[in-house]
């Protein structure tokens, strides 16, 4: 499956975004997807995920209560909307495909993942 992650930009803190994961090549619903950012100079980390039915969600400490990833598996698009960005938001921002949507929440990141696609910047300025 190919993916592609769109919908970054250059925002101001406290405002909202929404990331956009894109399939093709294979139906998205067999897979469970997760968002993962890098931000300059550090590692890449978990962010969110959900499962294929959509029924569970995981977050990382940081996205919780803030970010919120949800699926329409009919438009083989899965999305990130984020709120209440802080400048430490600033990444590139990664949708991946897998099996099992919590695997993606363990060390290393990206552990459970099969398939990525090319990131999308997000920069939050203060």
């Known amino acids: 499956v190919q993916l592609q992650a769109s919908g970054g930009g250059l925002v101001q803190a406290g405002v909202s975004l929404t990331l956009s994961c894109a399939a093709s090549g294979r139906t998205l619903s067999n897979y469970a997807i997760g968002w993962f950012r890098q931000a300059p100079g550090k590692e890449r980390e978990f962010v969110a995920a959900?499962?294929?039915?959509?029924?569970?969600?995981y977050y990382a400490d940081s996205a919780k209560g803030r970010f919120t990833i949800s699926r329409d598996n009919v438009k083989n698009t899965v999305s990130l909307q984020m709120n209440s960005l802080k400048p430490e938001d600033t990444a590139v921002y990664y949708c991946a495909a897998g099996l099992m949507a919590a695997t993606m929440q363990s060390d290393p990141p990206g552990t459970g993942t099969r398939f990525w696609g090319q990131g999308t910047l997000v920069t939050v300025s203060s």
């Open positions: 959900i499962s294929r039915s959509a029924i569970t969600t």
